[in-house]
């Protein structure tokens, strides 16, 4: 998918908010970012197709300055526009630093193009995608009812959803308290029975990661829900080394995803750094399932950080991070960056059969342990062992 790599909308926006970033106000900026956000995440077309067919102003929000900016780069790579900015402005500094926070990300251009791509039919697709494993109702930060939430999945086409709201551990997103969780539960049990089966709601939360790698919520308290969904919201714009801190978070019992793992933001913030090489063997050997988080600004692992990820024998979880049902779509680009590292559905969790898909959820909540499991065995060998005895002793029917 040499386009998808190359996408050149996503390229013109990282120059629109290069010119953002010089402006002297935040008034004369806002209209470049304007400008940025429609070509990375408004539009399904290529800006190549849109200047051969004179329509780029079309788009909204993109006025002549941005136009120029784009037309330069589709003919040029480059923009003479803004390199002559960069070079009369003190701000070079931060907007070179913001540049790398760009990487690997994918324009709704580009995103589409992935999704279509005839790839072979055991790649991952909207097609085998069963429902989506984070969202956020209006339990912690979210805008939609669980009930809502489940409606609308079921209009997509989905099987199953799973609802991730705040642990109490994050007040900056109304986290949850235990009482309130307890209380969210009987909402589901009772939305389920009512559901029969059209969707099925899972009780996940998405527990934040401290700064040591531990959680803001104890083993027992965490042993309440279906999963835990364990994210980073805190030093996410540091260069040091967090490697500690994410192995640690993979090893805790009961979690079963491991949440847009860097914490990364376009144009924003760099995420964590870390040896993800080493987290993915860790993550991989424990059967914790790496998040690809797509809301837009996140994309979050990206599809190289997938690809290695995949090397390392991880399972993976395509997510949307939805805080409204207007938001279930990006789990397109959730998605579109699994096929880009050539992810197979059957190492998705998203896409598994409901009796695997619970299996799982119940070995990483703990609640189907190796002793359980071995405890079992021995009693069904004793059982045969003791069917055999009683075979044995009764004589045979005779002819």
């Given at each position: 998918?040499?386009?998808?790599?190359?996408?050149?909308n996503?390229?013109?926006?990282?120059?629109?908010?290069?010119?953002?970033?010089l402006?002297?106000?935040?008034?004369?900026?806002?209209?470049?970012?304007?400008?940025?956000?429609?070509?990375?995440?408004?539009i399904?077309?290529?800006?190549?197709?849109?200047?051969?067919?004179?329509?780029?102003?079309?788009?909204?929000?993109?006025g002549?300055?941005?136009?120029?900016?784009?037309?330069?780069?589709?003919r040029?790579?480059?923009?003479?526009?803004?390199?002559a900015?960069?070079?009369?402005?003190?701000?070079?500094?931060?907007?070179?630093?913001?540049?790398?926070?760009?990487?690997?990300?994918?324009?709704?251009?580009?995103?589409?193009?992935?999704?279509?791509?005839?790839?072979?039919?055991?790649?991952?697709?909207?097609?085998?995608?069963?429902?989506?494993?984070?969202?956020?109702?209006?339990?912690?930060?979210?805008?939609?009812?669980?009930?809502?939430?489940?409606?609308?999945?079921?209009?997509?086409?989905?099987?199953?959803?799973?609802?991730?709201?705040?642990?109490?551990?994050?007040?900056?997103?109304?986290?949850?308290?235990?009482?309130?969780?307890?209380?969210?539960?009987?909402?589901?049990?009772?939305?389920?029975?009512?559901?029969?089966?059209?969707?099925?709601?899972?009780?996940?939360?998405?527990?934040?990661?401290?700064?040591?790698?531990?959680?803001?919520?104890?083993?027992?308290e965490?042993r309440?829900?279906?999963?835990?969904?364990?994210?980073?919201?805190?030093?996410?714009?540091?260069?040091?080394?967090?490697?500690?801190?994410?192995?640690?978070?993979?090893?805790?019992?009961?979690?079963a995803?491991?949440?847009?793992?860097?914490?990364?933001?376009?144009?924003?913030?760099?995420?964590?750094?870390?040896?993800?090489?080493?987290?993915?063997?860790?993550?991989?050997?424990?059967?914790?399932?790496?998040?690809?988080?797509?809301?837009?600004?996140?994309?979050?692992?990206?599809?190289?950080?997938?690809?290695?990820?995949?090397?390392?024998?991880?399972?993976?979880?395509?997510?949307?991070?939805?805080?409204?049902?207007?938001?279930?779509?990006f789990?397109?680009?959730?998605?579109?960056?699994?096929?880009?590292a050539q992810?197979?559905?059957?190492?998705?969790?998203?896409?598994?059969?409901?009796?695997?898909?619970?299996?799982?959820?119940?070995?990483?909540?703990?609640?189907?342990?190796?002793?359980?499991?071995?405890?079992?065995?021995?009693?069904?060998?004793?059982?045969?062992?003791?069917?055999?005895?009683?075979?044995?002793?009764?004589?045979?029917?005779?002819?």
């Open positions: 998918m040499e386009e998808v790599r190359q996408d050149l996503i390229a013109a926006a990282g120059l629109l908010y290069d010119m953002a970033g402006q002297p106000t935040e008034r004369s900026s806002f209209g470049y970012k304007r400008a940025a956000k429609a070509l990375a995440a408004g399904d077309r290529s800006v190549v197709d849109l200047i051969e067919e004179g329509i780029l102003r079309d788009v909204p929000y993109v002549p300055s941005s136009e120029r900016v784009v037309t330069e780069l589709v040029t790579g480059g923009s003479q526009l803004v390199e900015a960069l070079g009369s402005s003190s701000k070079r500094g931060e907007v070179d630093k913001r540049r790398r926070f760009r990487r690997a990300y994918l324009s709704r251009h580009a995103m589409r193009i992935a999704l279509d791509a005839p790839l072979d039919s055991s790649i991952v697709s909207t097609r085998t995608y069963a429902g989506d494993l984070q969202m956020h109702s209006t339990w912690s930060d979210g805008g939609e009812t669980i009930e809502g939430l489940a409606e609308a999945a079921f209009e997509l086409g989905w099987s199953r959803i799973g609802v991730t709201d705040h642990s109490y551990g994050l007040p900056i997103a109304r986290g949850m308290s235990m009482d309130a969780a307890h209380r969210q539960h009987a909402e589901i049990d009772e939305l389920n029975e009512r559901l029969q089966g059209r969707v099925r709601v899972y009780k996940g939360v998405e527990a934040n990661i401290l700064a040591d790698g531990n959680l803001d919520l104890q083993e027992d965490r309440i829900f279906d999963y835990v969904l364990a994210s980073p919201h805190s030093q996410l714009r540091t260069d040091a080394d967090q490697t500690a801190r994410m192995l640690t978070a993979v090893t805790l019992p009961g979690v995803i491991l949440g847009h793992p860097q914490g990364r933001m376009f144009n924003t913030r760099p995420g964590i750094t870390a040896d993800w090489r080493k987290v993915f063997r860790e993550a991989a050997k424990r059967e914790v399932a790496i998040e690809i988080d797509g809301n837009w600004h996140r994309q979050d692992v990206d599809y190289e950080l997938a690809t290695m990820a995949l090397e390392e024998g991880c399972l993976l979880a395509l997510d949307s991070d939805a805080h409204a049902i207007e938001e279930f779509p789990t397109d680009y959730a998605i579109a960056h699994a096929r880009i992810a197979p559905a059957d190492r998705v969790v998203n896409c598994w059969e409901t009796g695997k898909f619970e299996a799982w959820l119940r070995e990483r909540a703990g609640k189907s342990t190796k002793r359980v499991t071995r405890r079992a065995r021995l009693t069904t060998e004793a059982q045969s062992s003791q069917r055999r005895t009683e075979k044995t002793a009764i004589p045979k029917r005779r002819r």
